[in-house]
């Protein structure tokens, strides 16, 4: 594992470095193990360790024949050699070159055992913390004040919510930043009608009153010249501070940030009012911003704007591409106001990370921004922005997700509409619940369904917004892995056991006779591997994937080994296996904002 800034994934996060035993991942550290052995032959060559799928063997290292190439040795040999010096003691009853190259690896079981019972008393479950501390900022959500919260704001705040929960558990100190759109134009338009409606100043505005309202400024804005006259002076009395035109300004925003604020809790989303730091806050730095592009010889102007020309970017006809932080008329636009969020990110927040939660369609600019942040100076050497893009969420026709009128869905409705819907499925599985509890788990895992559907696909790709699938009692969703959970819950219920105290005081490792209990094991033995990886990529659908095989595991278990009636020898270890898996959903979750409930 790499130390310093950059681990060999590319990601900005350092992994964990731990070769103490119980509390790495498993995959972690065996890699740790066979590593001197691969470095004997060359330094810091990657053993290439994977899970192996053929019988009886746990992990094969395939490291050997890329380096057999680079080496110019065969990769028998090679393997033959690592087998002989690699100091994997305790850890495999097996290890062997095949005639390919590959290092077979079997583990131990009486290490196994040992090992998952030390990593079952662990609070963290085996998730270890990072090697160092790391300040992130996270950008997401981020949506523009003049409309109501939209489906279109879903990605971003669902994905960069996991993220914050990810980073923060690994011991990252992370600062959310909603850079909402409370700035521009469209607000002068906003003031005026406000002003003209006569709901300037009173609290006749309510929270539901914010889209129908904004409809009809807009309309109004479109039918008047008089009144885009009119917004476009407010906007500039509200650009130079008038009190009076910033005082209404300041409502509108906060029933705006009211509203958002609305929306987040109900989807169990971490940011709250504080973390609104948006456009209008960089106000005062923007010819600051321009002025230091300037002192650095930066500027070139180019049709009366004001432009950078990063090297390296280039339009369809190979010409240079500018990236416009002034207007010809002045006015500064939503690049310069990121240069300015970038300064402030990398200067006064002190950011190791800079992470944007943004769609795909955003890359250039982010691209561009960062790599005028970088001319200018103003990201530190070694330190980082990240964009972390995604693609669209579709309808099933797979065009832009609309309601059937062809509207966008908002926000609120669409999670009404998922709890709505999570009841009634509810309610056919599991009628004896009491109806207090039937809405708190219809409200989890409403909300748990649409995360999960966004989580669990890669975020790099559109995803098709279908109903149906993300609240399936089967397959990848999250109604699927909360139910497995319940299941396991229920075990202990029946059994009037307490899971948390058979986990806590692990003392008797479990025996691990069958291959079925083996196999669930290794699975719980990767949490960590799957963490990192998750962390490492800023890519939540590998811990869902994770989540996802390790339920299979767990059912194949179940129905091959009986628990509440099995042999006392065996009992315990396999109580303490459900206890682990249970945990482990329910943290797994609870990383990606799915709350697991105990019952369903
Ligand atoms: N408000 C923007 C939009 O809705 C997203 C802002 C993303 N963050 C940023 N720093 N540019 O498109």
Redesign the pocket.
């Known amino acids: 594992m790499e130390r310093g800034g950059r681990s060999r994934s590319g990601s900005p996060f350092p992994c964990c470095s731990r070769d103490d035993g119980a509390m790495a991942g498993l995959l972690a550290l065996v890699a740790a193990r066979l590593q001197p052995a691969f470095d004997r032959l060359e330094p810091g060559a990657d053993p290439v360790l994977r899970p192996s799928g053929q019988p009886g063997v746990d992990f094969q290292a395939n490291g050997a024949l890329a380096l057999a190439k680079r080496v110019g040795r065969p990769p028998a040999d090679l393997a033959a050699e690592i087998v002989a010096t690699a100091s994997l003691g305790e850890i495999c009853t097996k290890v062997e070159a095949s005639p390919k190259g590959f290092v077979n690896l079997t583990l131990d079981d009486g290490w196994l055992a040992a090992t998952l019972a030390a990593t079952a008393a662990d609070p963290r479950l085996g998730r270890c913390l990072a090697e160092r501390s790391l300040t992130v900022v996270v ?1 997401y959500s ?3 004040l003049a409309k109501e919260m939209h489906a279109g704001h879903v990605r971003t705040t669902i994905i960069g919510d996991a993220l914050c929960r990810l980073y923060a558990d690994a011991g990252h100190r992370v600062i959310r930043e909603n ?3 409370d700035w521009g134009t469209q607000f002068g338009m906003l003031i005026e009608y406000l002003l003209e409606s006569g709901d300037a100043g009173r609290e006749a505005l309510s929270l539901g009153d914010l889209e129908g309202f904004y409809r009809q400024a807009r309309a109004a804005f479109d039918a008047s010249e008089e009144l885009q006259d009119r917004s476009r002076s407010r906007v500039v009395l509200l650009q130079s501070g008038d009190p009076d035109t910033v005082a209404l300004w300041r409502q509108y925003v906060d029933l705006s940030v009211a509203h958002f604020t609305s929306v987040y809790h109900r989807l169990g989303v971490l940011l709250q009012p504080e973390d609104v730091v948006g456009e209008s806050f960089y106000n005062d730095l923007l010819p600051v911003v321009v002025a230091e592009l300037e002192d650095k010889g930066l500027l070139v102007e180019s049709e009366g704007a004001r432009c950078v020309f990063p090297p390296g970017f280039a339009n369809r006809e190979g010409q240079p591409l500018p990236l416009i932080v002034q207007k010809s008329d002045g006015g500064y636009n ?1 690049a310069t106001t ?1 240069l300015a ?1 970038l300064r402030d990110r990398f200067g006064r927040l002190g950011a190791d990370v800079a992470v ?1 939660v ?1 769609g795909a369609p ?1 890359a250039l600019h982010f691209q561009m921004v960062f790599a005028v942040g970088r001319l200018a100076g103003w990201i530190p050497e070694g330190k980082e922005p990240v964009h972390v893009m995604f693609g669209s969420m579709l309808g099933a026709d797979r065009k832009m997700f609309k309601t059937r009128a062809g509207d966008v869905v908002k926000l609120a409705e669409l999670v009404d509409e998922a709890v709505e819907r999570a009841a009634a499925a509810v309610a056919a599985k599991s009628p004896d619940l009491p109806d207090g509890e039937a809405q708190v788990v219809a409200e989890a895992v409403g909300v748990g369904a649409v995360k999960y559907a966004d989580l669990s696909t890669d975020r790099a790709r559109d995803y098709v917004f279908d109903w149906d699938r993300m609240l399936a009692f089967d397959g990848n969703t999250a109604p699927y892995l909360q139910y497995a959970h319940a299941r396991i819950r229920s075990i202990f219920r029946r059994a009037g056991l307490d899971a948390a105290g058979l986990l806590a005081g692990a003392a008797a490792p479990p025996v691990l006779a069958s291959p079925a209990e083996r196999d669930l094991a290794v699975a719980l033995l990767d949490f960590d591997t799957a963490v990192a990886a998750t962390i490492g990529t800023d890519s939540p659908h590998k811990l869902c994937s994770y989540l996802f095989d390790l339920a299979g595991v767990f059912t194949a278990f179940y129905e091959s080994c009986p628990v509440l009636r099995a042999p006392a020898e065996v009992r315990d270890g396999r109580l303490l296996l459900c206890a682990h898996t249970a945990g482990v959903l329910s943290a797994g979750l609870g990383l990606l904002g799915i709350t697991a409930p105990e019952r369903m």
Request: aromatic share 16%; proline share 8%; charged share 15%.
């Open positions: 950008d981020s949506p523009n850079h909402v759109g939503y990121d969020a944007y943004v955003q």
